[in-house]
């Protein structure tokens, strides 16, 4: 990849998050463990925000290892469970933003977990916009083929790796796993 800050080791030294999962910047950790860090918003949109990163520099939520995404959602629903009750928050809004356009500020995936509360005034409920019935028609029909050709693919690549998993092992190929996302 021609562009260096795409490159996983270049940027890990510098990125914040990278800093707060390996303890060399200080953060208001709640939990942590080999594959994430949860810790405390230090500008919350409501008290108790966090924030789940992976451990590992990863650009984005798409990049992500799919059993990783998993993982993080999981604790994300054990956390907001935790809210409601030592919280007392009446619900909560799990927010990922893939991408600037999407309100991602740094290169490194992350979650918001935000407790809820009445006339907390956050707002963060999709507009309702309209749409005409022959473009959602199509829209439907390119993200399903494209659906089936990005899992027919992926499972080729898994099935492949999975015969010569001595040599990939935990490894995270992101190149392989941006080839497909970009479908290049
Ligand atoms: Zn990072």
Known sequence: MADSSLESN?????????????GNIKAKKIYSDDKITAFLDINPANPGHVLIIPNKHVLMFPLLDDSLVGYIFAMAKNI????????????????????????QKAPHALLHLIPRYPDDDIGLVPPIKQIDDKKIKELRSA???????????????EKK????????DDEFDADRVSKLFLGK
């Open 80 to 103: 907001s469970l935790i809210m409601l009750k030592v919280l007392d928050s009446k619900g909560s809004t799990i927010l990922v933003g893939n991408g600037a356009i999407a309100g």
């Open 10 to 22: 270049d940027y890990e030294e510098k990125c914040i998050f990278c800093n707060i999962a390996k």
């Open 161 to 168: 790796e999975e015969q010569n998993e001595e040599e990939t």
């Open 143 to 157: 993200l399903t083929e494209a659906m089936k050709k990005f899992l027919d693919e992926k499972n080729i690549i």
